[in-house]
């Protein structure tokens, strides 16, 4: 892990990730525990599991304070590792490429309240405790943290890892949650899954040309969700798995091994 103490330390409680951008961090306490982050208080279940995470652009140290019961609080710094990010530069575009007219901008807005209202669930469940497998399997085509720059205007960067596959492909939960979004044709994102898996941690499934599970279903690693499809702004059928914690966007793609071979 790349946790940097302010000095050695031997804590009493477990840290299980990376302090890095794009990183997340599960934790493991005494039941009982409580637990803050910049003196934010963190979630933690019945039996002192929690999770952090840092975004694509955090930089920095943060202070990790644990309290178990009957004992004196523990903190730990933690300096964020940077990463590089590929930045591609575009011009020559025409502007109706870059910029929405107005009636598709409304719907846009409209939409992304939609998802953000999908992603504030907060429970104590620890389904994320179980781990995460790749939802679909084929060629990587994006990273995270990525970003184009097209006409000289920086876009959003990409949050996701893309897995390029025919359009039909199978997409599995890749952890046990519940569906809290579960949308045919998003403007940007075409057919659209949110699973939160606990705590404010959610993966999000995006171009999908078929949604097979509607909000309020439970599922459990490997079940079939939907299909891989290039619906909404897409050039070719792939599957962009993203990941958030709380509003932080996290990259899922550190959390599986290497994608299976089909060989």
Request: charge should be negative; aromatic fraction near 6%.
């Amino acid at each position: 892990m790349l946790l940097a103490c302010a000095a050695p330390i031997t804590f009493a409680y477990e840290l299980d990730g990376d302090a890095v951008q794009g990183g997340l961090i599960f934790g493991q306490a005494a039941s009982g525990a409580t637990v803050t982050l910049d003196g934010q208080d963190i979630m933690v279940s019945g039996n002192g599991r929690f999770v952090i995470g840092f975004g694509r652009d955090d930089s920095g140290s943060v202070m990790l304070s644990v309290t178990e019961p009957g004992t004196a609080t523990e903190t730990v710094q933690l300096d964020i590792a940077p990463r590089e990010y590929n930045i591609e530069r575009v011009d020559g575009l025409p502007p109706k490429t870059v910029t929405p007219d107005p009636e598709s901008l409304a719907r846009i807005r409209r939409e992304g309240a939609l998802v953000s209202s999908a992603r504030t669930r907060r429970d104590t469940r620890t389904d994320w405790a179980t781990g995460f497998s790749w939802p679909a399997q084929g060629r990587l085509s994006g990273f995270y943290g990525s970003q184009r720059v097209l006409n000289g205007e920086p876009r959003r960067p990409h949050f996701g890892v893309d897995v390029a596959a025919p359009t039909g492909t199978p997409v599995t939960a890749p952890a046990p949650g519940i569906v809290t979004l579960a949308e045919p044709d998003l403007y940007y994102s075409g057919g659209t899954i949110i699973i939160d898996h606990g705590q404010g941690l959610s993966s999000s499934f995006l171009h999908l040309s078929a949604v097979d599970v509607k909000v309020g279903d439970e599922v459990k690693t490997g079940d079939l969700i939907g299909k891989i499809g290039a619906t909404g702004r897409a050039t070719g059928p792939h599957l962009d798995w993203r990941m958030n914690w709380l509003d932080k966007r996290v990259d899922p793609q550190r959390l599986v091994g290497e994608m299976p071979s089909n060989d």
